[in-house]
T-cell receptor, first 116, second 111 residues
Framework: DGGITQSPKYLFRKEGQNVTLSCEQN?????MYWYRQDPGQGLRLIYY???????QKGDIAEGYSVSREKKESFPLTVTSAQKNPTAFYLC???????????????FGPGTRLTVT | AQSVSQHNHHVILSEAASLELGCNYS??????LFWYVQYPGQHLQLLLK??????LVKGIKGFEAEFIKSKFSFNLRKPSVQWSDTAEYFC?????????FGQGTELSVKP
């Protein structure tokens, strides 16, 4: 059963702690993405990676870090430097065609992070 | 940089009413356009997409969208909505391997 898994579904942390959100895909997609979804703001891109061992900052990368050591995995760390970390985090993946960019993205179920 | 604007933040309709959700993007040239839907408690999923060819694109569940290049628009339409269409709808444009999303439109359909 192909798809994207994100775990856990809900995550609670104390302020000042780093937390890592998991994202795994078995679709054999080259590209993976992390978004943050806040009410009325749509999806904002945090980081993305088009190949293993390479990633780029999105529009709101401050306070976040990622790694891409394996094609299937793209974990996101929310650091204590992120000023407003409470949000719904979505992971996505897509195929990449050289010269045409990425095609449609497939999304995971999301992780709702609450920091108090 | 590319930006996407969805004009309606919240739309309320009765069942059987017609739907049109606006989407405009800012940057011309070759674009790939998408509409995604997020039903309550479910994954974000693709409704339809436009890459090239016929500017009238048909998607799942009776939705369609029309790409009008001169207006930088990609509006979503459905002739007759159902209660089950209650969801949040996102328009997106592909730019350099990334998707740029609009703010989303929440659709509530009254039975």
């Amino acid at each position: 059963d192909g798809g994207i898994t994100q775990s856990p579904k809900y995550l609670f942390r104390k302020e000042g702690q780093n937390v890592t959100l998991s994202c795994e895909q078995n679709l054999n997609h080259d590209a993976m993405y992390w978004y943050r979804q806040d009410p009325g703001q749509g999806l904002r891109l945090i980081y993305y990676s088009q190949i293993v061992n390479d990633f780029q900052k999105g529009d709101i990368a401050e306070g976040y870090s990622v790694s891409r050591e394996k094609k299937e995995s793209f974990p996101l760390t929310v650091t204590s430097a992120q000023k407003n970390p409470t949000a719904f985090y979505l992971c996505a993946s897509s195929i990449v065609v050289v010269g045409k960019g990425s095609y449609e993205q497939y999304f995971g179920p999301g992780t709702r992070l609450t920091v108090t | 940089a590319q930006s996407v604007s969805q004009h309606n933040h919240h739309v309320i309709l009765s069942e059987a009413a017609s739907l049109e959700l606006g989407c405009n993007y800012s940057y011309g040239g070759t674009v790939n356009l998408f509409w995604y839907v997020q039903y309550p408690g479910q994954h974000l999923q693709l409704l339809l997409k436009y890459f090239s060819g016929d500017p009238l694109v048909k998607g799942i569940k009776g939705f369609e969208a029309e790409f009008i290049k001169s207006k930088f628009s990609f509006n979503l339409r459905k002739p007759s909505v159902q209660w089950s269409d209650t969801a949040e709808y996102f328009c997106a444009v592909n730019q350099g391997g990334k998707l740029i999303f609009g703010q989303g439109t929440e659709l509530s359909v009254k039975p």
